[in-house]
């Protein structure tokens, strides 16, 4: 019998299964969320998805094989790069702000990059 951690179900089959269970919620609500269009001062849903898998998801390794979870991160990352091929082709709809606006760009790219690279692993 182990129990020495939540790697796999040779640590703790009650103790991953859990773990399991927890990231399968996490990604329902993610998923709820990763389709949501916000206004000009919050972010739409699909950054704060990748913005979770990246800054929690890819460092811990919650939600790793748990095909919900995937499914969220594919889903993020195709609404992400339709953002990167639309939303920066006008300096003018970002208030002529053109370091805010590449700064954005640069933002999506990294977290397309982190989603890319994490899905490809998973």
Same mark, same amino acid.
């Given at each position: 019998?182990?129990?020495?951690? &939540?790697?796999?179900?040779?640590?703790?089959?009650? +103790?991953?299964? &859990?773990?399991?269970?927890? /990231?399968? %919620? /996490? %990604?329902?609500?993610?998923?709820?969320?990763?389709?949501?269009?916000?206004?000009?001062?919050?972010?739409?849903?699909?950054? !704060?998805?990748?913005?979770?898998?990246?800054?929690?998801?890819?460092?811990?390794?919650?939600?790793?094989?748990?095909?919900?979870?995937?499914?969220? /991160?594919?889903? +993020?990352?195709?609404?992400?790069?339709?953002?990167?091929?639309?939303?920066?082709?006008?300096?003018?709809? $970002?208030?002529?702000?053109?370091? !805010?606006? &590449?700064?954005?760009?640069? +933002?999506?790219?990294? &977290?397309?990059? +982190?989603?890319?690279? $994490?899905?490809?692993?998973?």
């Amino acid at each position: 019998m182990g129990y020495m951690g &939540l790697t796999c179900v040779c640590d703790s089959d009650a +103790a991953s299964d &859990l773990a399991y269970g927890a /990231a399968q %919620a /996490a %990604a329902k609500v993610l998923q709820k969320d990763v389709k949501s269009i916000e206004n000009g001062f919050n972010t739409d849903g699909c950054v !704060n998805v990748a913005l979770f898998i990246e800054e929690f998801v890819i460092p811990t390794g919650f939600g790793d094989g748990v095909d919900e979870m995937g499914d969220v /991160a594919q889903t +993020a990352l195709e609404l992400l790069q339709k953002k990167l091929k639309n939303d920066f082709k006008d300096v003018e709809d $970002w208030g002529g702000d053109k370091e !805010n606006m &590449l700064e954005h760009k640069e +933002a999506y790219e990294r &977290l397309v990059k +982190a989603l890319v690279t $994490w899905l490809e692993g998973d």
